[in-house]
């Protein structure tokens, strides 16, 4: 869990797995999830664990959205696609959910961003987890370089160059 600060704003950022009996997509899953959050707690739910790069990644994209919020200039709906629109370096909604959010999964990715206490929203998420039969699990770095160094189209020669490449 990564704790950050934007305009005077404190928030908190955390990764987690959720493994599901059957494929689902996304989508439905932040559509039922939304109705367990309250103000201040956002969860992008993206198709493929695997997908998400490490906190130390994210917190970039994460500070942006986080920005947005609170300046009122989100170019989405709401945190959880702006934060992805950071993630991927774009500007239009539907591609950033064509390439990360499409496609039905049994290990959804979720990106969890809190300006309200973290551990309360990790408790959501365990409890919305066992209400559904899904487990959820931690966060294990995965083929993230590999799908960012083809969607970025680079040839990164470390994972610390793609690392921040995908950061910045």
């Excluded at 059957?22 to 989508?27: A, N, Q, W």
């Excluded at 209400?131 to 990164?156: I, K, M, N, P, Q």
Aim: glycine share 8%; charged share 25%; proline share 4%.
């Amino acid at each position: 869990m990564i704790e950050l600060q934007v305009k005077g704003v404190k928030g908190h950022l955390f990764t987690r797995c959720l493994e599901t009996p059957s494929e689902l997509l996304p989508r439905e899953v932040a559509r039922e999830l939304s109705g367990v959050l309250e103000q201040g707690e956002w969860v992008s739910v993206v198709s493929r664990c695997d997908t998400l790069p490490p906190e130390s990644v994210l917190v970039s994209a994460a500070m942006y959205a986080l920005g947005a919020y609170t300046s009122g200039r989100m170019i989405s709906r709401g945190v959880e696609i702006e934060l992805l629109l950071y993630l991927l370096g774009e500007r239009n909604v539907s591609r950033v959910l064509s390439l990360l959010a499409s496609s039905p999964s049994k290990l959804l990715g979720l990106v969890c961003l809190t300006t309200r206490e973290p551990l309360e929203l990790a408790r959501k998420l365990e409890s919305f987890a066992a209400s559904r039969g899904f487990r959820l699990r931690e966060y294990e770095e995965g083929g993230w370089v590999d799908f960012f160094t083809e969607y970025l189209g680079v040839r990164a020669a470390s994972r610390d160059q793609l690392r921040e490449r995908v950061a910045g």
